[in-house]
């Protein structure tokens, strides 16, 4: 089936260390991927999304993600967390073309402890 | 940043009895959406709505689930008759429009315990 997979369900890192959230698909040709965040008692927010081109796509609040085809990965990443990043973090995904609805994965759940 | 709107923040219905979530999506949207996640497990489309018909939904918005744009603002979501398995958060979606640059506005959600 057409999906997202994020392996990680809990991941716990330090402020002011690097982070990178994995994200795997499963689409058929090239997807549209996107990453969404839910902070505590918010709805999803888009952090950045993939369509095509440059496989090294900025977001907003410092993330940035890499689409690597030959992996079928997609992974979020922060060079410097900070305690408000604590949030739940989900991938997403749709094939190309057309109206397609997207997917979501499980998410991951990011702890960031001092 | 505009915003889409869900009320209730949660709602608490016993078995059997209807539901109806209230969404009102951003103004200039054209394009709506529910989506539930039930606690521990994935975001899940329900429903897509256009143009005052609903174009696509999935196999968990059986005959029990319905959507209506009554009033030009608002988007909601009726159950029925709920289920258990129903409690889960529902979440509202709009955009502005569909295909590729599809940006979907999700709301804050709307928690449902049913007992």
């Known amino acids: 089936a057409q999906s997202v997979t994020q392996p990680d369900i809990h991941i716990t890192v330090s402020e ?7 994200c795997n698909y499963s689409y058929g040709a090239t997807p549209y991927l996107f990453w ?11 952090l950045l999304k993939y369509f095509s081109g440059d496989t090294l796509v900025q ?15 997609f992974n979020l990443r922060k060079p410097s967390v900070h305690w408000s990043d604590a949030a739940e973090y989900f991938c997403a995904g749709r094939p190309s073309g057309g109206y397609q ?7 991951t759940k990011l702890q960031v402890i001092p | 940043e505009p915003e889409v709107t869900q009320t209730p923040s949660h709602q ?12 009102v ?9 529910w989506y539930r996640q039930i606690l521990g497990q994935k975001v899940e489309f329900l429903v897509s709505f256009y143009n005052n018909e609903i174009s696509e939904k999935s196999e968990i918005f059986d005959d029990q689930f319905s959507v209506e744009r009554p009033d030009g603002s608002n988007f909601t979501l009726k159950i029925r008759s709920t289920k258990l398995e129903d409690s889960a ?15 979907l506005f999700f709301g804050s959600g709307t928690q449902l315990s049913v007992l």
């Open chain 2, 89 to 103: 958060m529902y979440f509202c979606a709009s955009s502005e429009k569909s295909g590729l640059n599809e940006k």
């Open chain 1, 59 to 73: 977001g907003i609040k410092g993330f940035e993600a890499e689409f690597k085809r030959s992996q079928s990965s």
């Open chain 1, 36 to 46: 969404y965040v839910q902070s505590p008692g918010q709805g999803l927010q888009l």
């Open chain 1, 101 to 107: 609805k997207v997917t979501f994965g499980t998410g």
């Open chain 2, 25 to 33: 999506p951003i103004s200039n949207h054209l394009y709506f959406y």
């Open chain 1, 16 to 22: 002011g260390a690097s982070l990178e959230l994995r």
């Open chain 2, 12 to 23: 608490v219905t016993q078995m059997g009895q209807e539901v109806i979530l209230r969404c």
